[in-house]
């Protein structure tokens, strides 16, 4: 249910994404894009990052769920950052603030609403997006899937010219390189059974292949 409405809301926003390149777009649609990302698609992502271990756990059914919905959850994800970057940066919020203004002077209300609105956007869909590869079933979704979903969410993002937005980003990165770090040296201290030590083996090597991209990425640069 709650991807349903994410791809929805999805669409929806799109569209009005589109009508804001218009010349005569009114400041409204913007108000209208901005209370959307407030009021539901970030308590939506909120929900679905809260929701990702317990549908990933391995008691349940192995995480089959999640790794049959990992492509379409995948291209959700993508599609939401992509339009994170197409709505209205500063000038062009700064300006529909200020065409609101002259009509409606004393409600200073959605004068940033638009970079707000992004930029929140933004940072939660690291948050989403960061889970799920941590929490991705091991040896069921492809490497060429979460490098796919790394190299088009978190990666993109350490070079933003949004300071909040850049920061939230390295701080993923930093995330995924500590829990791969201390998944291997909770490995080591062995005291489980067979099979769970190979549930943790496997979802070690799993964060350390993550966690590899990243320093591929870091060398390359």
């Known amino acids: 249910a709650t991807l349903a409405a994410l791809s929805s809301l999805q669409t929806s926003l799109e569209e009005k994404q589109k009508l804001l390149n218009n010349a005569d777009a009114a400041s409204s649609d913007l108000e209208s894009i901005s209370t959307e990302l407030e009021n539901t698609a970030?308590?939506?992502?909120?929900?679905?990052?809260?929701?990702?271990?317990?549908?990933?756990?391995?008691?349940?059914?192995?995480?089959?769920?999640?790794?049959h919905q990992f492509g379409g959850l995948s291209r959700m994800i993508?599609?939401?950052v992509a339009l994170g970057y197409a709505l209205p940066s500063g000038d062009t919020t700064t300006n529909a603030a200020s065409r609101k203004k002259q009509r409606n002077k004393g409600n200073h209300k959605s004068s940033s609403s638009g970079v707000t609105g992004s930029n929140a956007l933004l940072r939660q869909l690291l948050k989403v997006s960061t889970t799920l590869l941590l929490v991705a079933p091991p040896s069921t979704v492809p490497e060429k899937d979460l490098a796919k979903l790394l190299h088009n969410t978190i990666v993109p993002m350490f070079h933003d010219v949004r300071p909040k937005v850049r920061k939230a980003a390295w701080g993923c990165g930093m995330e995924i390189v500590m829990v791969a770090s201390s998944s291997s040296n909770n490995t080591s201290e062995g005291n489980t059974s067979n099979n769970s030590s190979e549930i943790v083996k496997r979802y070690q090597q799993h964060r350390k292949n993550i966690a590899d991209f990243l320093w591929e990425y870091c060398h390359a640069v």
Do not use: D, M, Q, T
């Open 78 to 80: 993508r599609l939401f």
């Open 42 to 67: 970030l308590p939506l992502l909120e929900i679905l990052r809260r929701l990702l271990p317990y549908v990933a756990h391995h008691s349940n059914n192995r995480g089959a769920l999640l790794a």
